[in-house]
T-cell receptor
């Protein structure tokens, strides 16, 4: 149980275009979802926290107009990278906390590798 | 806000040896400390966690110790195996609200046969 999926697993796009990444909780309802970015050989950096039906809370230094987060349902959150540039190339990982699940464990998605050319 | 430091950044051991990774945190309100193992290109996997009301927790070859006074916690892996080779991250969180995790910088563990 407690499976989180992401789609796509990898994507290549041209500079200036927008890319949408989906994060789904498959067998539980996610009250809160988190979006992380991980550059090569670096740690996970939290970008934003989203709760279903409300605006996301962005971490300091993360441009909310560039990284659009929509948590439209208890099983789906999306991250849209708008006007992507090569420096946005990274591994994007979501995680979710489940309503009714025991403990405070975050369940991580498999990640999406974004390459902007 | 919370800041988590992790050492060492790389650790090489021989198969069968023990490995110890140490983390310190800054926010005394933090009370949940998970450890994750991440293989290249994969998602982080929770391997063990500890809460502040416990000083030590063990799960087979893996153990975690916590010193709340000193604000540090450590991961101990005994009888290391080549498949233990990965990047390990510690994290800290407050066990209420949105449970935001702050990650350490990671330790690349290499276990040589």
């Amino acid at each position: 149980g407690a499976v989180v999926s992401q789609h796509p697993s990898w994507v290549i796009c041209k500079s200036g275009t927008s890319v949408k990444i989906e994060c789904r909780s498959l067998d539980f309802q996610a009250t809160t979802m988190f979006w992380y970015r991980q550059f090569p050989k670096q740690s996970l950096m939290l970008m934003a926290t989203s709760n279903e039906g409300s605006k996301a809370t962005y971490e300091q230094g993360v441009e909310k107009d560039k990284f659009l987060i929509n948590h439209a349902s208890l099983t789906l959150s999306t991250l849209t990278v708008t006007s992507a540039h090569p420096e946005d190339s990274s591994f994007y990982i979501c995680s979710a906390i489940g309503a009714g699940l025991a403990g405070v464990e975050q369940y991580f998605g498999p990640g999406t590798r974004l390459t902007v050319t | 806000g919370e800041n988590v430091e992790q050492h060492p950044s790389t650790l090489s051991v021989q198969e069968g040896d023990s490995a110890v990774i140490k983390c310190t945190y800054s926010d005394s309100a933090s009370n949940y400390f998970p450890w994750y193992k991440q293989e290249l290109g994969k998602r982080p996997q929770l391997i063990i966690d500890i809460r502040s009301n416990v000083g030590e927790k063990k799960d087979q070859r893996i153990a975690v110790t916590l010193n709340k006074t000193a604000k540090h916690f450590s991961l101990h892996i005994t009888e290391t195996q080549p498949e233990d080779s990965a990047v390990y991250f510690c994290a800290a969180s407050i066990d209420t609200g949105f449970q935001k995790l702050v990650f350490g910088t990671g330790t690349r563990l290499l276990v040589s046969p």
